[in-house]
């Protein structure tokens, strides 16, 4: 039902900032929870940051303060602006869609973030 498109990704210097997108289609993308994952190498998967279809936002401790989610339904599309960033910051990042009611789950195929120090 959804496809997901990230976008974004590249090489930063320490300090510096990246606009990650990702862009939906196949469905209505108002009905989503949408969020953004990281995975490094040989770690887990983590939730990065999540914005509901109210457009309420969570972040975890990792990004709080220096990063932002945001999402814009006309363009079915979600960002994640990340400042400041740091060498740990270096992960592949997925963007999720959860339907309105957790009944069905989406990923995109990451985009690539390496901070370098």
């Known amino acids: 039902q959804v496809q997901l498109v990230e976008s974004g990704g590249g090489l930063v210097q320490a300090g510096g900032s990246l606009r990650l997108s990702c862009a939906a289609s196949g469905s209505i993308f108002s009905l989503y929870h949408m969020a953004w994952y990281r995975q490094a190498p040989g770690k887990q998967r983590e939730l990065v940051a999540s914005i509901t279809t109210g457009g309420s936002t969570h972040y975890a401790d990792s990004g709080k303060g220096r990063f932002t989610i945001s999402r814009d339904n006309a363009k079915s599309t979600v960002y994640l602006r990340m400042n400041s960033l740091k060498p740990e910051d270096t992960a592949i990042y997925y963007c999720?869609?959860?339907?309105?009611?957790?009944?069905?789950?989406?990923w995109g195929q990451g985009t690539q973030v390496t901070v370098s120090s």
């Open positions: 999720n869609a959860l339907g309105q009611y957790a009944t069905t789950d989406y």
